[in-house]
């Protein structure tokens, strides 16, 4: 295959769950670039209709969902519904996720829960139902974003969520198991952890993300001296994406500037 084709993504469909804002918006640009049709869904459709309006200005094709991954009916209905709309799923990319920080010994069941429900359950069920479709069409590339703090405990002063590192810690395990059961039917599962980034959970002007408290402090000690940009995502999600990844499939591409490795 030429080298121009590796990353072609013409005619393809892909669904960005939490496509509508920060990491998944990024995301959805980039796979509508490279030519699929792109389904953004989340519980708010009208953010997820404005990154439509994004794409289709730039040319590519896009729809707006309105979808719960914590509710199976309505991930279900979704997934027909893109069905019916494009005929088949090439790409899944698992990117919706919450946070809610409280000291581990007084995290509120419920909080705990709500982060176990959308960052797994909903990453769980969100790979059922559209990988019942991959398997029957033998081709899929599921990408699920977890988080570089999903290999290890975090100190408190940085983020203080046993709820979500515990979630994307679980959200990699799902990623490899699903890759061994599938990588015989044609679908690859895949995983993009990032680290911080200056863009949704992480946004720099709401007081109390991460990144208002100690972005230039946490920038000091990544050894790129940076935190994560938008474009910083984009090729990542188009390898695992496109045929580039063939050859690749329960893997995590941490992509934190190197912060991990010290
Ligand atoms: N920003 C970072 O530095 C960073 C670092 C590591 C990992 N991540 C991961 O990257 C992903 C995106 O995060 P982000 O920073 O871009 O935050 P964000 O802007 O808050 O995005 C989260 C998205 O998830 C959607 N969502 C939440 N619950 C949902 C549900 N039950 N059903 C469907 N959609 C739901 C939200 O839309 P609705 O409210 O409309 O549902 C929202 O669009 C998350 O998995 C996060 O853990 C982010």
Redo the contacts with the bound molecule.
Sequence with gaps: MALNQLFDLTGQTAIV??G?????RVMALALAEAGANVVIC???KE?CEEVVKEIETLGGQALALA????DPESVVQGVEKVVSQFGKIEILVN?????FEAPAAEMPLEQWQSMLN??VT?TFLMCQAVGKHMINSEYGKIIN?S??IGFKGTDPEAVDSVGYTTSKGAVMTLTKDLAVKWGRHGVNVNSIA????T????NPEIPGTLVNKAGDFIAAQVPVRRL?RDSDLAGAVLYFASTASDYCTGQILVIDGGLGAK
């Design positions: 769950t939490g509508g804002s920060g990491l998944g989340s519980r708010r953010i979808l719960d991954v914590t990117n919706c996720g919450t946070v959308t960052n909903g974003i988080s570089s990032p680290g911080v980034f863009t949704g959970m992480n994560g």
